[in-house]
């Protein structure tokens, strides 16, 4: 198929609805495992996408359309970087001069094209037409003439490649040289070499255009200043407009204002700006639609239109997933983005994501005239099952499988009324959700495994943890059920959250003297919506306060060894939910825990020795009947008295007693003996506090138990301080010390790379204030080095839509002053004296969009920019990255400005950190220094191997 050029150009109004970029909106989509691709390449016909799994030797063939694997081909060498061109796939193998044709479909070799050279890392060309170009690891040039299978080294130099996606008459190469690079020499140039301009942004990548005269490129433009840490090369499907990727533009050295974002060049002269690009990691353009898509470092993706590059919705993909820039593509026939972003076991988020795209029906009708008929807009659950049949009381053993539906078991086939917003079968090979002939959505025998591939409905997969096996006895259906042994949190998002009523249903079993429980909630356990829990053979609903409390009410009895199908019918604007066990409606409504105006999550708990067994998981849309309930008469046998929530009782996820939950929860004791105070209580109250204190200090009191295990590393906590939405997670990378400390026992310590942040019960919208103590030793972020970095965001979901941002690093306090659109410009603040404790405040005010810092009590800065556009912030979130230690003490959120009491800095102590080691100077295509869209350095790899698994730096 030949290039499809766009006729008439359709925006669709549902894709691009503003003018301005909004917050993010979740997307549909499912999800599949995939290792780091190689290299890929979408085939013309607009449903095949091909992977290289290159330690492997095998190309991945996935259908995006059905949204699962077709089939793998098994090739002589290790593949690696790809491009398309008619029915020819032209690969290159990892660490090889040479270049393979295959045939696009089948995967069978055509020819082998030895260029002579040193390693390919790239490969382009026009889908149709002219020569396919290599880059190789020393940036030099060479063109494949397809049709004779031979390879020509050219006069160009460049890493990075596109072709004129119109005409084919003219290559782009690009190169972000390592930042102790000076110079370049390109054959072509008057004076025979490229200034690289060098400054604290590192070393600037630059753009060459090639004009293609039969097999001789002739160098007819140049930008010597195209970004800072870019890693690829992209024109707009008009071939109007030309952009390095994954870097933001800067000015010179020599002098220049502004800056700090993507830029995008006029085609017919690189010297020439044509305006801000849309920045991120990887970007892609529709087929047909006047459509582009960015890859937001894994964790969003946003439309926009390529020829005015306004900004359309923006989409939340993931949290903290990975930011290699790798994989993103139009597929589906042009009616979703295919997004890689990650491969990590611990987030449940990363995988192969196929996003279905919001077209309108204009926007459909145009894409049919190229690719005909579409696939449905919103393609249904795969198999719904029916409720539970009481006919068998233990149901171990499922009906044989019909012919008629090889993945379904006969009473699985019809659905509610409502419709079915997700289900979880956990099968492998037949039961709910499972695709004939497509990859397994379960590992069947195995533990600490993710599961739930392709399963529709579902933000991400079920977590993997050690105590959580996917099992083939017993089973409910089909051929799999989940194993919960304590201690474990089994937890999975929907894709969207429920504001309305909605029910969730599951199929459970206890063996004797085991039990669980299920939350329904937001985010944690204390804003959670339902709760059930089987304890000791009985079945318990809690019957909340709203305020995090509420007391646990028996349903009935639980016996052992039996499956039972325990439900829960949510409304969320009452903030009220009924039960069904075993198919019959509980007459009682229950109150929420807490108030959460929206639920994303089931979350399912197992603690101590417990055992539980989990199958046919389904959320169901709008039930019939709603939470009405029949009235009861007289006693109801079924219900017994309320019993009080305990302290330590096993069936709650926190061990402390809860507290009902106030607006502006009151003040943590300071008066207790401890070491210096953080400042007296300030006029606007404490809306959250936290000391990371054992047993003396800031936050302590709180319950019986300590908030904070200090002397431990990996462990969340915080348990029992007001004003939090759940605990501080457990990191491998974070500690709970008692030394140094800045008050009462306890601090938080983190050490590169780690991450850790905490959301407050309520979303912020008006003015406030964050403060916390730090202290970064000599060795940690007082080092030289620019990557060892100590960081605070506060953000509403991650770090683009940040409203304050600030850090230290070479021994300097920096902030950012935000555009507003994801981005912005860092400015020294001053110095950060190593081994001291510091007060650092960030006084933010969300409506006007500004925020101000605060240094030890006095202002140091004023009306700096948020650098997203958040309606309402919700998290404070603290980074470590490199080699970089900082600590973390009396941490406040704050109603209005923050306390101006200077602080007494403490006594300086002993680092043990390491020296720093000299940087080591990388010959010519060694590793480079890549940057973010916002211009700060991180570490990745060279277009000469696979990126480094390592995260790279945020923002």
């Known amino acids: ?94 660490g090889s001069s040479v270049v393979y044709a295959l045939d696009a479909k089948t995967g069978k ?56 996606p119109v005409t084919a008459a003219a290559l782009y190469t690009g190169v972000q040289p390592p930042r102790d690079f000076r110079e370049v020499f390109i054959e072509d140039l008057p004076d025979g070499r490229v200034k690289v301009f060098v400054d604290r942004w590192g ?65 017919d002269n690189l010297e020439s700006m044509v305006g801000e690009a849309p920045g991120g990691t990887d970007v892609a353009f529709h087929p047909v639609l006047n459509l582009g898509v960015v890859n937001r470092e894994g964790r969003a993706v946003q439309l926009f239109n390529p020829k005015s590059l306004v900004l359309g919705t923006r989409y939340e993909v993931a949290k903290g997933a990975d930011e290699r820039a790798v994989l993103v593509t139009f597929a589906g026939k042009g009616t979703k983005v295919v997004l890689w972003n990650g491969d990590n076991p611990k987030n449940p988020q990363e995988g192969l994501h196929f996003l279905q795209l919001p077209l309108s029906a204009g926007d459909r009708a145009a894409v049919e005239k190229v690719y005909g008929k579409l696939p449905p807009t919103r393609p249904p659950v795969a198999v ?72 529709r409905g579902w933000k991400g997969v079920w977590p993997a943890g050690p105590n959580a096996t996917f099992v083939t006895d017993p089973v409910y259906e089909g051929d799999g059920a989940v194993k919960l042994t304590g201690t474990v949190g089994f937890a999975r998002d929907f894709a969207r959250e429920q504001t309305g009523t909605f029910s969730v249903e599951a199929v459970v079993r206890v063996p004797g003297g085991g039990g669980g429980g299920c939350y329904v909630q937001n985010t944690s356990a204390e804003d959670s919506a339902a709760m059930w829990t089987i304890d000791r053979g009985k079945l318990k609903a809690l019957n909340g306060n709203g305020g995090g409390g509420g007391n646990w009410e028996v349903v009935g009895d639980f016996p052992a060894d039996t499956w039972k199908k325990v439900a829960v019918v949510v409304d969320v604007p009452a903030r009220k939910w ?22 994303q999550r089931v979350s399912y708990l197992v603690e101590g020795s417990a055992v539980m067994y989990l199958d046919a998981i389904r959320v169901i849309a709008s039930p019939p009947g709603g939470i009405a309930v029949a009235p009861v008469k007289g006693d109801d046998p079924t219900l017994t008295t309320p019993t009080p929530m305990k302290k330590g009782d096993p069936t709650l996820t926190t061990p402390t007693p809860m507290k009902k939950a106030t607006p502006t929860p009151p003040t943590p004791d300071l008066t207790k003996k401890a070491e210096p105070p953080p400042g007296p209580v300030p006029p606007g109250g404490v809306i959250a506090a936290t000391g990371f204190n054992a047993t003396k200090g800031l936050g302590t009191g709180n319950g019986a138990q300590p908030s904070y295990p200090v002397g431990k590393a990996n462990v969340l906590g915080g348990y029992g ?81 940040t409203a304050s941002m600030w850090r230290v690093a070479g021994g300097m306090l920096k902030a950012m002053d935000g555009d507003g659109r994801g981005d912005g410009r860092w400015r020294d603040v001053g110095p950060f004296r190593p081994d001291v404790w510091h007060k650092v405040a960030v006084e933010i005010d969300v409506p006007a969009k500004k925020w101000a810092l605060d240094l030890d009590g006095k202002r140091v800065l004023e009306q700096y920019g948020f650098r997203g556009n958040p309606a309402a912030l919700r998290e404070v979130n603290y980074l470590v990255e490199g080699r970089a230690v900082m600590y973390v003490d009396a941490v406040r959120v704050i109603a209005g400005g923050p306390s101006r009491t200077p602080t007494r800095p403490r006594r300086r102590w002993a680092s043990t950190a390491a020296t720093t080691t000299a940087r080591s100077v990388r010959p010519r295509g060694a590793s480079t220094g890549r940057r973010s869209s916002s211009g700060s350095s991180s570490s990745t790899s060279s277009p000469s191997s696979p990126p480094s698994s390592s995260p790279a730096r945020r923002g």
């Open 1 to 94: 198929m030949t290039t499809r050029r766009v006729t008439a150009l359709l925006l669709a109004a549902a894709v691009l609805t503003a003018l301005q970029p909004a917050a993010a909106e979740p997307i549909e989509g499912t999800m599949l495992p995939l290792p780091l691709p190689d290299g890929w390449a979408m085939l013309p016909d607009g449903v095949t996408l091909v992977v290289a799994q290159g330690e492997k030797g095998q190309l991945v063939y996935f259908d995006t359309v059905a949204e699962r694997e077709a089939k793998r081909v098994d090739v002589d060498f290790k593949p690696g970087p790809m491009a398309a061109q008619g029915n020819t796939l032209f690969v290159g193998a990892k």
């Open 109 to 164: 070799l055509q020819k082998e094209i030895p260029l002579g050279g040193d390693a390919v890392v790239a490969l382009a060309c026009h889908p149709a037409k002219g020569a396919v170009y290599a880059s190789t690891t020393t940036y030099k040039v060479y063109a494949i003439d397809p049709a004779a299978g031979t390879a020509a080294k050219t006069r160009a130099t460049g890493s990075f490649l596109a072709v004129d």
């Open 203 to 267: 070393a600037r990548g630059f753009i060459l255009k090639y004009e293609v005269n039969g097999k001789e490129l002739k160098l007819v433009s140049t930008q010597k200043n195209a970004a800072a840490g870019g890693h690829g090369l992209a024109v707009t499907p008009d071939g109007k407009k030309v952009m390095m990727l994954g870097g933001a533009w800067h000015p010179p050295v020599e002098g220049g204002t502004g800056g700090g974002h993507a830029v995008a060049f006029s085609a």
């Open 384 to 455: 719904v099952p029916t409720p539970v049949k009481k006919a068998d009381p233990t149901l171990t053993t499922p009906a044989p499988v019909k012919k008629a539906d090889p993945g379904t078991s006969p009473d699985q086939t019809a659905g509610p009324p409502g419709g079915v917003i997700a289900a979880a079968g956990f099968n492998m090979k037949k039961g709910l959700n499972v695709t004939p002939g497509g990859p397994a959505a379960y590992p069947l025998g195995q533990s600490n495994a993710q599961g739930g591939f392709g399963e």
């Open 578 to 599: 009924v039960m069904e066990f075993d198919g019959k409606r509980v007459p009682k409504q229950f109150g929420f825990r807490g108030r959460p105006s929206s639920v």
């Open 721 to 801: 301080e007001p004003g939090w939405s759940g605990a501080w997670p457990a990191k491998e990378r974070t500690e709970y010390v008692a030394d140094p400390v800045f008050e009462g026992d306890g601090a938080l310590k983190l050490t590169g790379t780690a991450q850790c942040g905490r959301a407050w019960s309520r979303p912020q919208t008006g003015k406030f204030t964050v403060e916390a103590m730090i202290r970064v030793p000599a060795g940690g972020g007082g080092r030289a080095a620019a990557e060892d970095l100590c960081s605070c965001y506060v953000w509403e979901t991650n770090h683009t839509n």
